[in-house]
């Protein structure tokens, strides 16, 4: 407790701004001179942690008690009477140091060493030079502004990093020392365009960037964010004017987040984020259900091009456009360019499953209240033309053939419902037999367009997709806790099972490959199937919940939906690497 009591003592007078008792050079001779020693506790920053140690102060020289310099270095003082002598003894790696108090030789392992100063004894304690002893222990000793930074293994090395701030590379120097790195706060502010001042009489440290302010002390793992407290892992120091700290800990203070060797410096985007879509390369349009709007976001930086105040969206083939409804069921196209919106016809039914066509005229949809219709919208003219209303309910995931000449679709028939008395107000029973999904096709370019089934197993049928013009693939599971479902791929009524057994989370098709996130004992593994060698090949695993996958059309990116305490977030897998959009 006493080491404690007096490390918080001189950090409340140095945070202070109290005058110490001696003027520091360069941290061992001191211009100040006194005739009768001075006996103090000294802040040490030992490998990032901080403590104290007792100092004598004589005659312009600051020397430290051996026995807890010993201590810092695993070793152990002892002190032999008989001889009037010293011995620090460390076992591993072994070492022998003899001192004798007013003597400028030592013994190292029994041969002589000189010292520059003369060890000082006061009381039963021997007062030594810090520096030559820790180097003889294998560390560095290194004091600046009446504090000591000290190695216990090996001598400061210093660095120099690449990072990304907001995608932009930026060099950070730093110095590591005893798996420790500590990195220049003047190069960290410099990336955010921040300013940092050193208080020349206290050693506080300020970094300002607008109204945001940070406020630390080499001798304190507390530091001051716009008022609020922050803890570091490992204490600060300042080397040759140069405040170093934790990354991490000065980037959180001002506001940023660390993902891998990327900085976002305004911190990345916040809040629930679902159903990304690719509008290019390096743009991804994400729906906010937090605030009902979308993003346009910028993954080089990871920063926000444009909101937009609307969710939903339905994405265009050649990524330019949007299609959405407004709660009054009008149709809108949204230019994601200019913004401008434009609203397409007045027609006001209820529309959904938007599917672009391939050359971006016109919308196919599912149509009525009931989704008992399919219909296909002009872009031009706001003209609505039914394909298919058959009055069958409950149509859904409308999918167009990669030529453009089929549409599926998948019909769950309503259950029969069974009732006690003529006026049917009391319900005897549902008979749900035969109202499994089932698929169905429609050929556009037939006159009568007359809808086909594709399937007639009792089973659920999801994610279904167009593999090619005559090959579809979906997920098939049943109600069971057993049984999981399996991936499944038919072609001219002939079906084929793809992937047997897997709890899949996600199946979705792009480019002619199957893409799947399948969960197996808590990891989540992302796969893809390539029908051209019929082989299957991992992208990437992780602990993290995947919730939903979009595979880029552009390059072999993934932007992933991952659940997390406070709702979804987007990250990508990018050449096996997770890399964080959204938090």
Not at 466 to 494: C, H, M, Q, W
Request: aromatic share 8%; with cysteine.
């Amino acid at each position: 407790m006493k080491k404690i009591i007096a490390g918080a003592v001189m950090a409340s007078a140095l945070l202070a701004g109290s005058p110490l008792p001696w003027t520091s050079l360069d941290g061992q001779v001191y211009a100040a001179t006194s005739v009768k020693p001075v006996i103090s506790r000294y802040p040490v920053n030992v490998n990032g942690t901080l403590t104290t140690i007792r100092s004598l102060h004589h005659s312009g020289v600051a020397l430290f008690a051996a026995s807890d310099l010993a201590k810092l270095f695993s070793a152990k003082c002892t002190y032999d009477k008989a001889h009037q002598r010293y011995e620090i003894r460390r076992t591993s790696p072994a070492i022998r140091i003899v001192l004798q108090a007013g003597q400028n030789k030592a013994f190292v392992n029994g041969k002589h060493f000189s010292l520059s100063i003369a060890p000082q004894r006061s009381g039963k304690e021997l007062y030594i030079d810090a520096k030559p002893i820790a180097k003889l222990l294998g560390g560095q000793w290194q004091t600046e502004n009446g504090i000591a930074v000290v190695s216990t293994s090996g001598s400061f090395r210093s660095f120099s990093e690449t990072w990304e701030f907001d995608g932009s590379p930026s060099v950070i120097h730093g110095v590591t020392f005893h798996h420790a790195s500590f990195y220049s706060v003047y190069d960290i502010a410099a990336a955010f365009d921040a300013a940092v001042h050193v208080d020349k009489k206290t050693s506080m440290v300020k970094v300002t960037k607008g109204k945001r302010t940070v406020l630390f002390h080499p001798f304190s793992y507390t530091l001051n964010a716009n008022g609020k407290k922050m803890n570091m892992p490992i204490a600060p120091f300042i080397q040759k004017g140069v405040p170093y700290a934790d990354l991490r800990s000065i980037v959180r203070a001002l506001g940023g987040d660390i993902d891998g060797r990327f900085i976002a410096t305004a911190g990345l985007i916040k809040g629930m984020s679902t159903h990304p879509q690719w509008v290019n390369q390096n743009t991804l349009l994400i729906s906010r259900p937090d605030d009902s709007t979308s993003l346009l976001l910028d993954i080089r930086s990871r920063t926000a091009i444009r909101s937009i105040n609307q969710m939903d969206l339905t994405l265009s083939p050649s990524g330019k456009q949007a299609a959405y409804v407004d709660e009054n069921g009008h149709l809108f196209i949204i230019d994601l360019l200019s913004n401008v919106v434009k609203q397409i016809g007045d027609d006001d039914e209820v529309k959904t499953d938007f599917v672009w066509s391939n050359d971006g005229r016109s919308l196919y949809c599912i149509y009525g209240s009931n989704n008992e219709a399919i219909a296909v919208v002009s872009l031009e003219t706001g003209s609505i033309n039914k394909l298919i209303d058959d009055k069958v309910k409950y149509k859904t995931d409308l999918r167009l053939s990669p030529d453009g000449t089929k549409l599926l679709y998948t019909v769950a028939n309503e259950g029969k419902t069974n009732y006690t008395d003529d006026q049917k107000t009391d319900v005897d029973s549902i008979d749900t037999s035969g109202t499994d999904p089932q698929l169905f096709l429609v050929d556009l370019s037939s006159a009568n367009k007359q809808p086909t089934p594709l399937t007639s197993s009792p089973d659920n049928k999801v994610n279904s997709a167009f593999l090619s013009n005559s090959e579809i693939v979906y997920v098939s599971a049943i109600d069971s806790e057993t049984a999981r479902p399996s991936l499944k791929r038919t072609r001219n009524g002939n079906e084929q099972t793809l992937l047997a057994d897997q709890n899949i989370i996600d199946a979705v098709v792009v480019k002619s490959r199957i893409y799947v996130a399948i969960e197996t004992n808590g990891i989540y593994t992302i796969r893809i199937f390539d029908p051209s060698t019929s082989s299957w090949t991992t992208m990437g695993s992780t602990k993290n919940e995947i919730t939903s996958i979009a595979p880029s059309p552009y390059d072999n990116q993934i932007a992933v939906t991952i659940a997390t305490e406070n709702g979804e977030k987007i990250s990508i897998l990018r050449n096996g690497r997770w890399i964080d959009m959204t938090k």
